[in-house]
């Protein structure tokens, strides 16, 4: 015989309709794509848990399966994936584990992408160009996401291409913390806070307040009709005889960075420090950023960093802990504002 639900009577006093309360409670469940395994092995752990065994198929085709390998009803489901290359298969991916989900009747489910794919592409930069940014966000919604987290948006407007509730997490802490850590005396007494271009300048100048260090800018121009191409016109701000901490959402070819790099040096910057959350490292970064002009590069493992692009003065640092903290405030109604001093 079936246990028997608690019972609630109509109660007009205290306005509690009458209904039934059921013995089951909340479970945090985490599931992981393949495309960083091991970053949704980290979170899970931070979490205390484990990720949710699922069989994954790419067929001759190229089509792909996937399938939860255990009971996710009425679970509170966090899906890792992050989208490194190849990042249309990941993003496919993606939406094939969340129709999954929702038709194993996951209760709620959060998409955490720390890098969020076509961030980029947020508006027309000319006509008949698409704004694939908002076509994945309805290909999310669509697919049964009810959330979304990710870290550090190329633009912030991309949250409002959902519906739903989006937590825009940021990095810095966890780039700040390195920093301020490793730098010398002498190296923060001289420190200046670069942004490579003027589109980064808000958040190079709550780094600039968080250091405790002046602002500079970079000036640039990008041919629009010629990718990965840029040309530094000017700096604006004091950067001679500065140590130059050019901070940026991610990296993707190198070629801003080591532009900016070289016009610091040029202007007589004692030592610039690269500092970034996303490491898309497309060809030829990996070659371009060990670059004379950067004497150190650091980043975050949103993106897996694979050994191949790995090269001397490159830092990656763990992502993982902020996520499950991010993770274990949603699950639990909490606060995630509260993270990034009311920022996110």
């Known amino acids: ?20 309360v059921a013995k089951t409670k909340k479970r945090l469940v985490v599931a992981s794509g393949r495309s960083h395994p091991e970053l949704a092995a980290e979170v899970a752990e931070a979490l205390g848990t ?29 899906l890792v994936q992050s989208f490194g290359p190849p990042v249309n298969e990941w993003l496919m991916e993606t939406l094939i584990m969340l129709d999954a989900a929702k038709r194993a009747s996951a209760k ?51 949250q409002g291409f959902f519906d739903g509730p989006v937590d825009h997490l940021f990095a810095k802490p966890v780039l700040l913390e390195y920093f ?43 041919d629009p009709n010629v990718a990965n191409q840029v040309t530094v016109n000017e700096i604006v701000g004091r950067v001679d005889g500065r140590v130059c901490l050019l901070v940026d959402d991610m990296i993707d070819t190198g070629g801003t960075i080591v532009k900016a790099a070289e016009a610091l040096k040029k202007n007589g910057a004692s030592k610039v420090i690269v500092a970034a959350t ?10 371009r950023l060990q670059s004379e002009a950067i004497d150190e590069v650091v980043v975050t493992d949103s993106i ?12 990656v640092l763990p992502i993982a802990p902020m996520l499950a903290r991010a993770i274990q405030a949603v699950f639990e109604d909490g606060s995630v504002t509260s993270m990034f001093d009311g920022a996110a």
């Open 180 to 222: 301020q850590r490793t730098l010398s005396p002498e190296d923060r007494d001289a420190l200046t806070v670069v942004s490579p271009d003027t589109g980064r300048v808000r958040v190079a100048d709550t780094w600039s307040d968080s250091l405790g260090a002046p602002l500079a800018i970079i000036h640039k121009r990008r």
């Open 108 to 158: 709620r489910i959060t998409v955490v992408m720390p890098y969020y794919p076509y961030s980029r592409q947020d508006k027309k930069g000319r006509g008949r160009e698409p704004i694939s940014a908002r076509l994945v966000a309805d290909l999310l919604k669509t697919a049964g996401a009810d959330r979304v987290m990710s870290v550090d948006l190329h633009a912030a407007q991309i």
């Open 304 to 315: 897996p960093v694979p050994e191949a692009k790995q090269f001397p003065g490159l830092t």
């Open 50 to 78: 484990q990720i949710v065994p699922t069989e994954y198929r790419t067929f001759a085709s190229g089509e792909i399966l996937t399938r939860f390998e255990v009971s996710i009803r009425g679970c509170d489901l966090f």
């Open 1 to 20: 015989m079936g246990r028997k639900n608690k019972t609630i009577d109509l109660d007009r006093d205290q306005d509690i309709a009458p209904g039934l």
């Open 278 to 287: 996303h490491a898309v490292f497309s060809h030829p970064a990996a070659q």
